[in-house]
């Protein structure tokens, strides 16, 4: 089992810049971690991805804005958000899949809202 706690959403305006974090419980060396996210209404959609390796893919919707990244030393996982749009608001969650198993794991959210 693994809990993940995602922090550093918030109020931002247009063009603006966060930098979410996700810890997690215990080591996710073995995982493949993301960042997904989910707007009133809408489904829930991939945002970034980075695999063991380092290498890593984005939502074209993001692409050139947003930077995923790992720290495996602090079990912690990252998206930098920087450009802001009123259309990136939404909850944001942090999502651990297992590369050598089926587990998958979700954080609790953390609320992004892109507003002037």
């Known amino acids: 089992q693994v809990q993940l706690v995602e922090s550093g959403g918030g109020l931002v305006q247009p063009g603006g810049s966060l930098r979410l974090s996700c810890a997690a419980s215990?080591?996710?060396?073995?995982?493949?971690m993301g960042w997904y996210r989910q707007a009133p209404g809408n489904g829930r959609e991939m945002v970034a991805r980075?695999?063991?390796?380092?290498?890593?893919n984005y939502a074209d919707s993001v692409k050139g804005r947003f930077t995923i990244s790992r720290d495996n030393t602090k079990n912690t996982v990252y998206l930098q958000m920087n450009s802001l749009k009123p259309e990136d608001t939404a909850v944001y969650y942090c999502?651990?899949?297992?590369?050598?198993?089926?587990?998958?794991?979700w954080g609790q959210g953390t609320q992004v809202t892109v507003s002037s």
């Open positions: 999502n651990a899949h297992g590369v050598t198993d089926t587990s998958n794991y």
């Open positions: 980075i695999i063991i390796g380092g290498r890593t």
């Open positions: 215990r080591s996710i060396f073995s995982y493949a």
